[in-house]
């Protein structure tokens, strides 16, 4: 069973910048590609980007490519999604997902999200 758990969410102007984590446990971490997806309020649950095991390959929604950068510390069992130049459509809660292979959709663990809020 692996346990996820996300932190540096907060309060940020437009322009601005936050690093979230996520860090992992009760598993080996380096067996699964990280996810990072994000929910608005009154939204579904959208994709954000993925970084395979290795963390040689990274994939990102079309809304945040260019902005947001996902990367891996497997030594820290830790993945991290890097947002520049917020904006207030970036607001809503983060979530980090493991899934125990590179390809396909399926998630097999999630974390409890971490909440970011954009002001304009």
């Known amino acids: 069973q692996v346990q996820l758990v996300e932190s540096g969410g907060g309060l940020v102007q437009a322009g601005g910048s936050l690093r979230l984590s996520c860090a992992a446990s009760?598993?080996?971490?380096?067996?699964?590609?990280m996810g990072w997806f994000r929910q608005a309020p009154g939204k579904e649950r959208e994709f954000v980007g993925v970084?395979?095991?290795?963390?040689?390959?990274?994939s990102y929604a079309n809304s945040v490519k260019g902005r947001f950068t996902i990367s891996r510390d497997n030594a820290r069992n830790t993945v991290y999604l890097q947002m520049n130049n917020l904006k207030p459509e970036d607001t809503a809660v983060y979530y980090c997902?493991?899934?125990?292979?590179?390809?396909?959709?399926?998630?097999?663990?999630w974390g409890q999200g971490t909440q970011v809020t954009v002001s304009s």
């Open positions: 009760g598993g080996a971490f380096d067996g699964y590609a």
């Open positions: 970084v395979t095991r290795s963390g040689g390959r990274t």
């Open positions: 997902a493991a899934k125990n292979s590179d390809y396909g959709t399926s998630y097999n663990y």
